[in-house]
């Protein structure tokens, strides 16, 4: 029989809405975190600053992804991503209006930084649990992969539009991103997904339901563990500004080609996994693929170079794009339609834990131990992540097929 190909998933529109719909919304986040993390830098001058940011952004999507989880089962999922990016436009407004006006301070950054990840917890279980009601579960590994990509693609060009547009100041790069965050509301009208909202009566058992199915499912909560340990040790993201101004010696200009640098070999990888999927020895490609992130960003850290620094991150991008595919469809392809929402709100958990609390843990550590030792020893540790978690969870280890 043969397998279905990227025509096939073409052919269905309203997948292709979403998708640009979300590229447009992940260009919008992109440029402004650059924004916001340069402007940050610029008033304060501080890494404990950077990484209260990220910090902020983490609690809110903490306390509130297991409602939004069982929220996003209740409701229509695509009415609930338009809402987020309508308030995420919102926020980019108020920031333009601050910088204009003049009254932007550390503290209203904070403040708003603690809307954004409000708004994130709902996003981010609404819009991976669409997914599977746009296509056939034939198509749900290329529809995954394809996703990625235009991640990828967003978080290449967002970080590099958002330095170029700064030099213009930084209010150019909010208007921007109100504009991308009007233009994915009006592509999610042309979305009508056929899910049936649940209707089961709301309990702190139907709540944590989703934790109780991730807790049960080894395979998943391996997966789903290890992308949080070797993203919360091994991201650097939240230094790339220390990095760009005091070891590199380069401009905002700079900073968006190193946000940049992780998606190009992330979206790299992607397009080589839409022609060549990974179908075969599923679980030692994972393993591998987080051991080669950690010796990258050991690489990184160490880098005086700018051209040396901007290919190793492109290397933690690629092989973190491997375990971000492989956990993406494997929770879809485990997990029943009906409480998709909240193990979706469950994975969301996880990545914002090692994205945003890996922030304020790069931002702390990088106070005490310097950036270049913040790095070094996050890349290591996501090293003895890799070899603990072969010996935790030898069934993930040893997996063959993404379908067991």
Same mark, same amino acid.
């Given at each position: 029989m043969t397998k279905p190909g990227l025509g096939e998933l073409l052919a269905y529109r309203q997948f292709i809405f979403f998708w640009l719909a979300r590229l447009s919304a992940m260009l919008a *986040? *992109?440029?402004l975190m650059v924004a916001v993390a340069w402007q940050m830098y610029d008033i304060t001058g501080s890494a404990w600053d950077l990484g209260l940011v990220g910090l902020f952004q983490f609690v809110p999507a903490l306390l509130l992804t297991l409602p939004a989880g069982h929220l996003v089962d209740r409701l229509r999922r695509g009415w609930i991503f338009s809402g987020c !990016?309508?308030?995420?436009?919102? !926020?980019? @407004?108020?920031? $333009? $209006?601050?910088?204009?006006?003049? +009254?932007?301070?550390?503290? @209203?950054? $904070?403040?708003?930084?603690?809307?954004?990840?409000?708004? %994130?917890?709902? *996003?981010?279980?609404? *819009?991976?649990?669409? !997914?599977?009601?746009?296509?056939?579960t034939a198509l749900l590994e290329r529809a995954v992969t394809l996703s990625t990509t235009g991640m990828q693609v967003a978080v290449i060009c967002g970080p590099a539009l958002g330095g170029v547009i700064y030099v213009a100041g930084a209010q150019m790069v909010y208007g921007t991103c109100a504009g991308l965050m009007l233009l994915a509301f009006a592509l999610m009208q042309g979305v009508h997904d056929k899910y049936q909202p649940s209707q089961e009566t709301t309990t702190l058992s139907s709540v944590l339901a989703g934790v109780h199915f991730v807790w049960t499912k080894k395979l998943l909560l391996g997966?789903?563990?290890?992308?949080? +340990?070797?993203? @919360?040790?091994?991201?650097?993201?939240?230094?790339?500004?220390?990095?760009? %101004?005091d070891i590199l010696h380069t401009g905002p200009q700079g900073l968006g080609l190193l946000r940049a640098a992780?998606?190009?070999?992330?979206?790299?990888?992607?397009?080589?996994?839409?022609?060549?999927?990974? %179908? %075969?020895?599923v679980g030692p490609w994972l393993m591998g693929s987080v051991a080669a992130f950690g010796l990258a960003t050991v690489v990184f850290g160490l880098s005086e170079h700018f051209g040396l620094s901007l290919i190793a991150l492109a290397i933690t991008g690629a092989f973190d794009n491997i375990s971000v595919v492989m956990r993406q469809t494997l929770v879809q392809l485990e997990t029943p339609n009906e409480i998709r929402g909240r193990v979706s709100a469950v994975n969301s958990i996880f990545i914002g834990a090692s994205n945003q609390l890996g922030e304020f843990e790069?931002?702390?550590?990088?106070?005490?131990?310097?950036?270049?030792?913040?790095?070094?020893?996050?890349?290591?540790?996501?090293l003895f992540v890799a070899l603990a978690w072969t010996r935790l969870f030898p069934g993930l280890a040893r997996r063959d097929r993404m379908l067991g």
């Amino acid at each position: 029989m043969t397998k279905p190909g990227l025509g096939e998933l073409l052919a269905y529109r309203q997948f292709i809405f979403f998708w640009l719909a979300r590229l447009s919304a992940m260009l919008a *986040q *992109q440029m402004l975190m650059v924004a916001v993390a340069w402007q940050m830098y610029d008033i304060t001058g501080s890494a404990w600053d950077l990484g209260l940011v990220g910090l902020f952004q983490f609690v809110p999507a903490l306390l509130l992804t297991l409602p939004a989880g069982h929220l996003v089962d209740r409701l229509r999922r695509g009415w609930i991503f338009s809402g987020c !990016v309508l308030a995420q436009g919102s !926020v980019a @407004l108020l920031l $333009l $209006l601050a910088t204009e006006k003049g +009254f932007i301070s550390r503290e @209203l950054i $904070l403040g708003l930084s603690i809307l954004l990840g409000a708004c %994130r917890a709902f *996003q981010m279980p609404a *819009q991976q649990a669409l !997914v599977p009601m746009l296509v056939p579960t034939a198509l749900l590994e290329r529809a995954v992969t394809l996703s990625t990509t235009g991640m990828q693609v967003a978080v290449i060009c967002g970080p590099a539009l958002g330095g170029v547009i700064y030099v213009a100041g930084a209010q150019m790069v909010y208007g921007t991103c109100a504009g991308l965050m009007l233009l994915a509301f009006a592509l999610m009208q042309g979305v009508h997904d056929k899910y049936q909202p649940s209707q089961e009566t709301t309990t702190l058992s139907s709540v944590l339901a989703g934790v109780h199915f991730v807790w049960t499912k080894k395979l998943l909560l391996g997966a789903i563990s290890l992308d949080l +340990f070797a993203v @919360l040790l091994g991201g650097a993201t939240a230094l790339l500004p220390i990095y760009a %101004r005091d070891i590199l010696h380069t401009g905002p200009q700079g900073l968006g080609l190193l946000r940049a640098a992780p998606a190009a070999g992330a979206l790299l990888m992607s397009i080589m996994m839409l022609r060549w999927p990974i %179908r %075969r020895k599923v679980g030692p490609w994972l393993m591998g693929s987080v051991a080669a992130f950690g010796l990258a960003t050991v690489v990184f850290g160490l880098s005086e170079h700018f051209g040396l620094s901007l290919i190793a991150l492109a290397i933690t991008g690629a092989f973190d794009n491997i375990s971000v595919v492989m956990r993406q469809t494997l929770v879809q392809l485990e997990t029943p339609n009906e409480i998709r929402g909240r193990v979706s709100a469950v994975n969301s958990i996880f990545i914002g834990a090692s994205n945003q609390l890996g922030e304020f843990e790069s931002g702390a550590t990088a106070a005490l131990l310097g950036p270049v030792g913040s790095v070094v020893m996050g890349g290591v540790g996501t090293l003895f992540v890799a070899l603990a978690w072969t010996r935790l969870f030898p069934g993930l280890a040893r997996r063959d097929r993404m379908l067991g």
